[in-house]
């Protein structure tokens, strides 16, 4: 079974800092890309990055320049740095992976996390 779990998020006020982890846990899979997804009040859910198995990424613009994707392989974990918070930024933040099962049947689908909220306010 397929679990993410999610760290960080939180309050912080707008120029602040935030830090998240998301670590993919389970047997026998082969992740093909992580990253994060996120859903402010009244809107859908948007993408704010994801990063593949070779290390290309995919930023949201509106995160360009002030987030950043890391992941570490040997661990099935993602980290995201998010610097310069903005108001705007307020949102449940969702980690992502889409994962595929490495013995039959093999089952390839998208994975969510349990969602964190961050808060940019004075």
């Known amino acids: 079974q397929v679990q993410l ?16 982890s ?9 992740i093909y890309a992580m990253g994060w997804y996120r859903q402010a009040p009244g809107k859908a859910r948007e993408l704010v990055v994801t990063i593949t198995s070779d290390d290309t990424t995919n930023y949201a613009d509106s995160v360009k320049g ?5 992941r570490d392989n040997g661990k099935n974990t993602v980290y995201l740095q998010m610097n310069t918070l903005k108001p705007e930024d307020t949102a449940v933040y969702y980690c992502y992976a889409d994962i595929a099962t490495t013995r039959w049947p093999v089952i390839r689908r998208d994975y969510w996390g349990q969602g964190t909220q961050v808060t940019v306010s004075s």
Request: aromatic share 6%; charged share 15%.
């Open 22 to 30: 998301c670590v993919a846990s389970g047997r026998d899979i082969s």
């Open 66 to 70: 002030r987030f950043t994707i890391s």
């Open 5 to 20: 779990v999610e760290s960080g998020g939180g309050l912080v006020q707008p120029g602040g800092s935030l830090r998240f």
